[in-house]
């Protein structure tokens, strides 16, 4: 769908990144009345209930763009192989891979110690591993398939990922740290009321619903006035904005070692920071890759960000479970120093960067 959405514009039409935004809006519109239906569904008549009706939502949500097909006049329909005929399937990638001898060398290491980690340590994340193995053969063998200005762009498209990954893993402490900390260490009472954990779920899609277009419209007067706009530089104030919203949490942990609870305004200041920095990386993230990607490998590209939204929820578990052994506090002022950090160091490195891009933001997508 995210491909689509690009589709929706026509060559070198500036609204892209504002089209992304308001696709994103529509996303958060159903997550935020889910947050407050579902939670308080599940909390008075139970969590079978809740994943039914949740169950109910999407199926509506699948008619709603089944009865749309018309207003989309052909974008998302498969491309034929007259009108495409480079366009490159997993399966071709794959039957390219046993055929090429370093990369197939290469992934077969990697994926024999997956085996390991399979067999003698964990085969979650062995398999896991070996995923992620595959995937690296893949990736090397795009990498050798694409021209020597892709390749560059290659590198800062792989660079994204990373940033995808690190943003990722701190932000889904929202669906996991963040909402235990809230059921169990907050102070949820509110005119009177206790409110359920779950619904304070819905603080970020507001939050979203609310600065959605503000913040693209702000964007889009920054690059206006000539100063620093590209992606990749919405995608690291993104990162470090979004980690500074833990600084908050450590707030939060601290006055819970003083009193025995935190108040409810600093969980709501963290999801505004992190929801302010969701806006300006995560929306961008989408609409970069449809920019910088070698042409007939967009799509793919397109699965391998959200692989990487799904990696980043995977490193935001590992970091979820740590807080037993090192506690929120000490999690909590981590993930905002590395953030930052991490964001600060890609900030540096950003005109070789913006060079190795070789203008691509700039050309007809």
Known sequence: ISTMVGGLYEEGDERRDKGFSIFYIGINIGAAAASIIV???????????????????????????????????GIGDKPSSISDPDDVSIGQLFNNLLKAPLQLVITTVLMAGSGYILVFESWGYGLLFMFLSLVAGMMLMIYQDIDKIEKD????LLLSFILVIVFWGAFEQAGGLMNIYTEQKTDRMVWGMEFPAAIMQAFNPLYIILLGVPIAGFWYRWKMMGREASSLFKML???????????FMTAASLEYERVGESALIWLALAYLLHTIGELCASPVALSFITKIAPVKYASLMMGVYFASTG???????????SAEEFGELTIFTGIAIFCMVFGLLVWLMLKPLKRLTHGAEDLKV
């Open 311 to 321: 990696l980043g929820n995977k490193v935001a578990g590992i970091l979820g479970e």
């Open 39 to 73: 939670g308080l569904v599940a909390a008075n008549w139970g969590w079978h209930y809740g994943f039914g009706l949740a169950g109910i939502g999407m199926a509506c949500g699948q008619l709603i763009f089944m009865s749309g097909q018309k207003h989309l006049k």
């Open 237 to 247: 104030i993104g990162l470090m904005i979004m980690g500074s919203g833990f600084l």
């Open 153 to 156: 762009r290659y590198v800062v």
